[in-house]
């Protein structure tokens, strides 16, 4: 592992709530770039998103954050940053990349040595990777008309790099294929596919929890306990 090249995975997205599939991305994703022999996962990040990004339902950053921190407490390598979910206003992924990137060269900077958590030392020279980790259904948003800026895709590609787990429905391969930016770059977007499909969908578990039902399985058990006690959702099955 040595001469590998070390990444950190970024996960952007509402996490309203974090689910089990939010979870198992992490770990697709890892072992899916472990498998080529170029890279040794050294870390994750999940980056809930800014309330003021206006989608319906979305239940405030502080409980997202606390959500997803509970999640994490059975994870020896993924972490949650409230960075994004604190601005003053929604922050678009790419800034939050370069955020992440250059805390990442900061940290590295003042360490520099193996103290950055369970990492197979490599060279302390060896800047991290930061790669955006998303589903196949992110990548064909990239296509929506003026959903996303193209000086902002390349950069995301170009820079940073993208590892896109496979999702039923999707066809990651085709949505590259169909757009010159992501053609261009495509050695840097990592496929992944996921052996056992996951279709846990947080809009599903929202509609269920509204109605009652039982969410048991498809979230830690400590998330379902803080939807709970805080009372989350549960007015969505009043609509």
């Not at 952007?12 to 170029?38: K, W, Y």
């Not at 407490?73 to 992924?93: C, G, L, N």
């Not at 053609?183 to 109605?211: C, F, K, M, W």
């Amino acid at each position: 592992m040595k001469s590998r090249i070390p990444v950190v995975l970024l996960a952007c997205g509402s996490f309203n709530p974090i689910t089990n599939m939010h979870l198992r991305l992490f770990e697709v994703a890892r072992d899916h770039l472990h498998q080529t022999g170029r890279y040794q996962v050294i870390g994750g990040i999940i980056s809930p998103v800014n309330d003021n990004y206006g989608k319906k339902d979305l239940v405030a950053a502080r409980h997202r954050v606390a959500m997803a921190r509970l999640a994490l407490q059975t994870s020896d390598w993924i972490q949650v940053d409230p960075w994004e979910s604190e601005q003053v206003q929604w922050t678009e992924t790419v800034k939050v990349l370069r955020h992440h990137h250059s805390k990442l060269l900061r940290s590295l900077s003042r360490k520099e040595g193996p103290d950055q958590g369970k990492v197979d030392s490599p060279a302390p020279a060896a800047v991290p990777e930061l790669k955006l980790l998303c589903g196949a259904d992110v990548l064909k948003t990239f296509q929506t008309p003026n959903l996303w800026k193209d000086t902002h895709i390349q950069e995301i590609v170009e820079k940073f790099g993208l590892v896109c787990v496979d999702r039923a429905g999707h066809d990651p391969k085709g949505y590259i294929l169909g757009s010159p930016i992501l053609q261009r770059y495509q050695d840097n977007i990592h496929l992944a596919r996921e052996p056992v499909q996951n279709e846990i969908s947080a809009t599903y578990i929202r509609r269920a929890l509204g109605q009652g039902q039982s969410v048991k399985y498809l979230l830690p058990d400590a998330v379902i306990a803080y939807i709970k006690e805080h009372d989350l959702y549960a007015s969505l099955g009043e609509e």
